[in-house]
DNA sequence: TGTTGACGATTAGATACCTAAGTAGTAGCG
DNA sequence: CGCTACTACTTAGGTATCTAATCGTCAACA
């Protein structure tokens, strides 16, 4: 290691916890891809798919903001899974602005098969952690998000 | 909150240790992409940067392994940052198939300007830990990854 | 009741990645 | 040598996001 490298531990290449948060989504989104792929679903959709199974008939921006996806990635995601035949979309009747996303019983279906799937990767990612270690883990990234989404400094 | 998502706190959809991260990773690309922007360096662009401003003068491949990038990612990138005049890249005169890739002036004048932000969006989200804390999280992270990346199970 | 502003969805266009399939150049071996 | 396999880069094409701009609908109020 270069001497410039040591100089900030907290910031240098292989260490910002930025960089090892990066890394880790790819990893885990590639580890999920992988699994789900043989059963028709993008990954970008299993995100919607995730929050619909526990709350169907929701509108289009509900979802987006459950997922904490934009809008404009939620339609296009949407817009797949409609000509898949895994969502229904529908204008609601009584404010027409409003899109209401209901899942198919295809749709409905894939629960079953692809939750087991994702908590497999979960697992394999926590299958050296103890309940505290997972817990601590969770508290400080919830920390860690808190920090940066307030406005000050 | 139904009773189907209280039913496994280590998978519910906002608890999953993986939508954590996918987040997270969203939040500090949203953040420093906004910061370096002005500079008119893109964010994709600033990963490699950050490992050339320490090891310059390296291979293409040497590069995607130090960013953790795929070829083809590193190779669009650096197109990019050649056309920028942030890098230059030559064939490697002993092996013709390799590409060296250097700093420009204007490559390495951001350094000073850039890794200020990035510290900056680093100890924003971290500034209610104690150095403990951070190294803890940087313990869990790394050990996460590492289970990610075993082949077993 | 007509105008204006907010809201929800959509479209357009860009960035950041990936996988898979080329294309050279190098090296090893019979 | 000359074939073959490997290495490094490149190209092609696709997915997952984003921001910014636009379009239809609704609501509020002068």
Redesign the pocket.
């Known amino acids: 290691m270069t001497q410039k490298s040591r100089k900030n531990s907290k910031f240098s290449t292989e260490q910002s916890i930025a960089y090892l948060i990066?890394d880790l989504t790819?990893q885990f989104?590639?580890t999920l891809?992988k699994d789900i792929a043989p059963y028709g679903i993008?990954?970008?959709?299993?995100?919607f798919l995730r929050v619909l199974w526990e709350q169907d008939g929701i509108?289009?921006?509900?979802?987006?903001m459950a997922?904490?996806?934009?809008?404009?990635?939620?339609?296009?995601?949407?817009?797949?899974m409609e000509s898949l035949e895994l969502v229904q979309?529908q204008?609601?009747v009584?404010?027409?602005?409003?899109?209401?996303?209901t899942l198919t019983p295809k749709g409905k279906k894939l629960e079953s098969v692809l939750i087991p799937l994702a908590k497999a990767v979960n697992n394999k990612a926590l299958q050296n952690f103890s309940d505290t270690e997972t817990e601590q883990l969770r508290n400080l990234l919830g920390k860690l998000s808190h920090s940066l989404h307030t406005d000050d400094q």
């Open positions: 990066r790819r989104s590639r891809q993008l990954l970008g959709q299993y995100h509108t289009q921006r509900e979802l987006a997922v904490g996806m934009k809008e404009s990635t939620t339609f296009t995601a949407l817009a797949g979309r204008r609601d009584g404010d027409r602005r409003k899109m209401i996303v």
